[in-house]
């Protein structure tokens, strides 16, 4: 199921796949509802992928199932050659550290600096670079040079935002996870920031799997994924050779 791919710099990576992934969760009710329904599909490495579909179809789960933060009942997800859904303990722990996740709510710790924020994620462990070094370099990368020192209650939500992508990459991950990381940002910073990802991208040679509801940030991606009721029900592929105001309509035309 995994195919292999060749990666930036001639590196042969392999593609995140999963296959006929399910996960079902109760309502209270003694119903169920299913959040991933018979999932499956193949992500390229170095690929920039957007999820979309109302909410509650389903786009979270399958992040957080790729990214090690839950586990479907049933199937498989690789991830450049690891079984994920076989982790467990300390390899899982292990997995998620090569994992980049950016959430819509930023959850930095108010009372820790843009650079202990960055920092947080390998403060317990050893690594074999200074990591007060690499925080200040990719503060500097998302544009806050200078406001290392700053605590988030000081900074805009589009700063706040910079400081969660700066920490995301702390570990260089192949991979990246954004759920609506644009959601609570205004159109003009939802820009800067999408702008700030796909340089990230480029320099970092990242896979990007990005959620959104909004047919405007879906359609900077290079391929659209639509879900709905946890199952997948359009796989797009969004060209580069056409306006973008082209590309937006044909992804808001989908509903």
């Known amino acids: 199921m995994t195919a292999t791919t060749h ?6 990576q392999r593609a995140r796949a999963t296959r006929r992934q399910q996960t079902l969760y109760g309502t209270g009710t003694g119903g169920q509802v ?3 329904d018979n999932v499956t599909l193949t992500i390229e490495a170095g ?3 957007a999820l979309t579909g109302a909410s509650g179809s389903g786009k979270s789960t399958l992040l957080h199932m790729i990214g090690a933060l839950e586990r479907p009942d049933t199937g498989v997800i690789i991830s450049n050659g690891t079984e994920v859904t076989a982790l467990r303990g300390a390899a899982q722990a292990d997995y998620r ?3 980049g996740f950016v959430f819509q709510r930023y959850n930095l710790l108010p009372a820790l600096t843009a650079l202990d924020n960055v920092i947080a994620p390998v403060l317990p462990y050893r690594t074999g670079w200074d990591k007060r070094e690499r925080a200040r370099q990719l503060l500097a990368a998302v544009g806050l040079a200078g406001r290392e ?3 988030p209650s000081r900074m805009s939500g589009g700063e706040q935002q910079r400081i969660a992508i700066a920490r995301a990459l702390i570990n260089t991950p192949a991979l990246l996870l954004a759920d609506e990381p644009t959601g609570n940002l205004d159109s003009a910073t939802a820009t800067d920031i999408l702008d700030l990802l796909a340089r990230l991208r480029a320099e970092h040679h990242m896979t990007i799997l990005l959620a959104s509801h909004d047919p405007q940030i879906a359609a900077r991606s290079e391929r659209l994924i639509r879900l709905r009721d946890g199952a997948v029900i ?7 050779d056409r306006p973008v105001e082209d590309v937006i309509r044909q992804v808001s035309q989908l509903g």
């Open 234 to 240: 359009d796989d797009i592929s969004l060209t580069r």
């Open 97 to 99: 550290r090569t994992v």
């Open 47 to 49: 690929a920039f992928v």
């Open 149 to 151: 020192r700053s605590l």
């Open 7 to 12: 990666g930036a710099g001639g590196g042969t």
């Open 34 to 36: 299913t959040a991933a």
